[in-house]
Nanobody, 118 residues
Framework: QVQMVESGGGLVQPGGSLRLSCVAS????????MSWYRQAPGKGRELVAA???????NYADSVKGRFTISRDNAKNTVFLEMNSLKPEDTAVYYC????????????WGQGTQVTVSS
């Protein structure tokens, strides 16, 4: 089993910044892609950003130029640096990891609330 623990959410004013972290632990041989998703009230879960084990990244159009995803492979940790935050970025943010151990499985964090409001 793999545990994913997120941290770093909170309340921030428009234009502000936050940094989310997510640490994976447990039965891990290798972590392939790591991602951040978000879900706003009344909406479906959407991909925000993803990063491969080699460092290739991709972003939702709505966050390009404002958010940066990175990872520390030695610590099984993924980060999401969020700048120039907007009220429409308000959502619960979830991390996701594609993990190889005996097989290959997908794991989710419990979610962390990000609220952008004045």
């Amino acid at each position: 089993q793999v545990q994913m623990v997120e941290s770093g959410g909170g309340l921030v004013q428009p234009g502000g910044s936050l940094r989310l972290s997510c640490v994976a632990s447990g039965r891990i041989l290798r972590i392939n892609a790591m991602s951040w998703y978000r879900q706003a009230p009344g909406k479906g879960r959407e991909l925000v950003a993803a990063i491969t084990s080699g460092g290739t990244t991709n972003y939702a159009d709505s966050v390009k130029g404002r958010f940066t995803i990175s990872r520390d492979n030695a610590k099984n940790t993924v980060f999401l640096e969020m700048n120039s935050l907007k009220p429409e970025d308000t959502a619960v943010y979830y991390c996701n990891a594609d993990v190889t151990f005996l097989g290959r499985e997908n794991y989710w964090g419990q979610g962390t609330q990000v609220t952008v409001s004045s």
